[in-house]
């Protein structure tokens, strides 16, 4: 099975092959490294900029306007902040244009803590990102998803901001991509780059096929009846085991990953809170001004009457950094621990 640096690789060069895509750039994004994540290794239209993220978004916003699709890849998320201002003008262009010119671009970077990346490299941008009008937003939580969501996003004729984390990115799934090999050695083989005498090394890219997975949909990724826990990322994969861990309680849990942050499936959300009457919403990014916030109150005002507890929101302390030790990571943002607490709080919950 292919990881989620490699999906994302496999995805651009099917976007480079058959959806236009002619550039994908970045600081180390092209040869010799690919990446530092090794998610553009192998691609042809791949190449490198100086650390520079305002001309790496600004790059991308000239080529997008010319009608030419790109992929921009800023490093780390954790130093996306500086082009803010950008990333604005970039989501409002098409309306202060009134529809005539449109923004085929992507920006994709790694988001989140789970690596020990202290101060400087485990940042979630996720809730800044919801706020900025005119820009989609997805979040994949497993290799299949990585790719389907960035052909997706290599499609849509605006901004996508894709958002990989960054402890996801050597994390397979259980589901083969269209067209990608059954043997994972095969796979490795064919577009990893070897360690050792790589000199003249060039990809054997799959036979891969197109795989689309719809901007704004979401997945329920555990069933349940008796609380909803709405999530993304990499926070799917441990409410997904606490999920599993209380089933042998009888404590039966619906988990939702929203894959997509802008636009986001109200209605699977809906439809599972009027099932469960419960709903806890779990993310990584800092609690305050957080997105789950913003689900927490559309609930209030939609779902009140169908509420059998008080939606909660889990998410990363408000603490200006997360430490280097993996301690204070661990108390920084929500763990296996955190989240089965909370669940059983909301179930316990009764009006």
């Not at 305002?54 to 082009?83: H, K, L, P």
């Not at 619906?254 to 109200?266: A, F, G």
């Not at 408000?318 to 607490?341: F, T």
Request: hydrophobic letters at 40%; a negative charge; charged letters at 20%.
């Amino acid at each position: 099975m292919a990881s989620v640096a490699q999906a994302i690789r496999m995805a651009l060069h099917y976007g480079e092959k058959h959806l236009g895509v002619k550039d994908v750039f970045g600081q180390d994004v092209g040869a010799p490294l690919g990446g530092v994540f090794t998610a553009t290794q192998g691609l042809k239209t791949a190449w490198n900029t100086p650390l520079d993220e305002r001309g790496i978004i600004s790059m991308a916003m000239g080529i997008a306007m010319t009608g030419d699709r790109c992929v921009a890849e800023i490093q780390f998320g954790d130093y996306i902040f500086n082009t803010i201002d950008l990333l604005k003008i970039a989501g409002n262009t098409l309306w202060c244009t009134n529809g005539q010119v449109e923004l085929p671009m992507v920006v994709m970077t790694p988001v989140g803590a789970g690596i020990f990346g202290s101060v400087y490299h485990s940042h979630s941008f996720d809730a800044w990102a919801s706020r900025l009008p005119g820009w989609k937003i997805v979040m994949p939580s497993n290799p299949l998803d990585a790719y389907g969501l960035m052909l997706a996003a290599i499609k849509d004729p605006n901004p996508v901001l894709y958002l990989k984390s960054k402890a996801l990115m050597r994390h397979k799934g259980d589901e083969l991509i269209p067209g990608e090999p059954a043997d994972e050695k095969e796979l490795k083989a064919m577009i990893d780059k070897p360690v050792q005498n790589s000199v003249g090394w060039k990809a054997r890219w799959p036979d891969l096929e197109e795989y689309i997975v719809p901007i704004g949909k979401g997945k329920i990724t555990h069933a349940g009846e008796h609380i909803t826990v709405v999530t993304y990322s990499r926070m799917v994969h441990l409410c997904n085991e606490v999920a599993e861990k209380l089933s042998h309680e009888g404590i039966s849990v619906e988990v939702i990953d929203l894959r997509s942050i802008y636009p986001y499936d109200w209605q699977m959300i809906k439809e599972s809170i009027a099932k469960t009457g419960r709903v806890l919403f779990v993310n990584e990014d800092t609690e305050v001004t957080n997105f789950g916030e913003h689900l927490a109150y559309r609930t209030t005002q939609e779902c009140f009457y169908q509420l059998m507890a008080r939606p909660r929101v889990l998410a990363g302390k408000n603490l200006p950094g997360i430490g280097l030790s993996p301690n204070l990571e661990k108390n920084s943002v929500p763990q296996h621990h955190d989240i089965e607490v909370a669940i059983r709080e909301v179930v316990a919950e009764v009006p």
